[in-house]
């Protein structure tokens, strides 16, 4: 007997894989809400401050003096004069209202969640589906030239920056491994292209009927 199909699809990817772009068009597919971006507006709703400053803090980790100060903040010591925790806007708390919308979203069903620790937020949750985009090497550094020429001759450097910076921040927040395989139902390699990656998807998830010949045969 197959299991209920999802309501959630989360999908993690590495920089230059181009799974942000799956997802959007995995989405479109579905007619399901995409949560990208979105999920960075609705933190800044939240906190009160403008998009473009939470896109700062989007998927990376504070730097180690921002963290190390937060404790004096943080010090009943300092409680009069300094600023509570829930005023301070950096990549803690970024992270932690974009989970509450990810947690929001899920409760609603029916979307698609981008990055962000999305698949940590909802692990072991029924009616979640995980997936983790990655790509060759020469895959994401041809993308890279071709979306930044003007820097692509720094392409390795910069594509495993992005990364390590993505795998800090969920390590911090979440005490998890960001690319650990036990996290994700599926993992895709985006060379397989859109389509089939799409009807890996819903086959998997339980979105689509299984091909009864196929089964058969």
């Known amino acids: 007997m197959g299991r209920a199909p999802a309501r959630v699809i989360t999908v993690e ?13 995995l989405a479109e597919r579905l007619g399901w809400r995409l949560m990208d971006s979105e999920l960075v507006c609705g933190a800044a709703h939240a ?12 998927e990376r980790l504070d730097p180690w003096y921002h963290r190390y100060g937060k404790v004096f903040w943080q010090d009943s010591m300092y409680s009069t ?7 301070v806007f950096d990549s803690a708390r970024c992270l932690s209202l974009i989970r509450d919308q990810i947690l929001a979203a ?6 698609v969640l981008v990055g962000r620790g999305a698949a940590c937020a909802l692990a072991c949750q029924p009616g979640c589906f995980h997936v983790f985009v990655y790509a060759t090497a ?13 820097k692509a001759d720094q392409a390795e450097q910069l594509l495993a920056q992005q ?5 800090a921040a969920i390590r911090q927040f979440y005490q998890q491994e960001w690319c650990a395989r036990g996290l994700y139902h599926m993992l895709l390699n985006s060379a397989i292209g859109t389509e089939a990656m ?17 089964a058969a045969g």
């Open 13 to 25: 990817r590495e920089y230059g894989s181009r799974g942000g772009e799956f997802a959007h068009h």
């Open 47 to 58: 906190a009160g401050v403008a998009p473009e400053l939470a896109a700062k803090f989007d």
């Open 81 to 87: 004069t300094g600023l509570a925790e829930e005023k």
């Open 106 to 111: 899920a409760k609603e069903g029916n979307c």
């Open 138 to 150: 020469k895959a994401k550094r041809e993308w890279f030239a071709k979306a930044f020429p003007h």
């Open 163 to 167: 990364d390590k910076s993505r795998a």
């Open 198 to 214: 799409i009807a890996a998807v819903e086959g998997a998830a339980g979105l689509k009927p299984c091909n009864q010949e196929s």
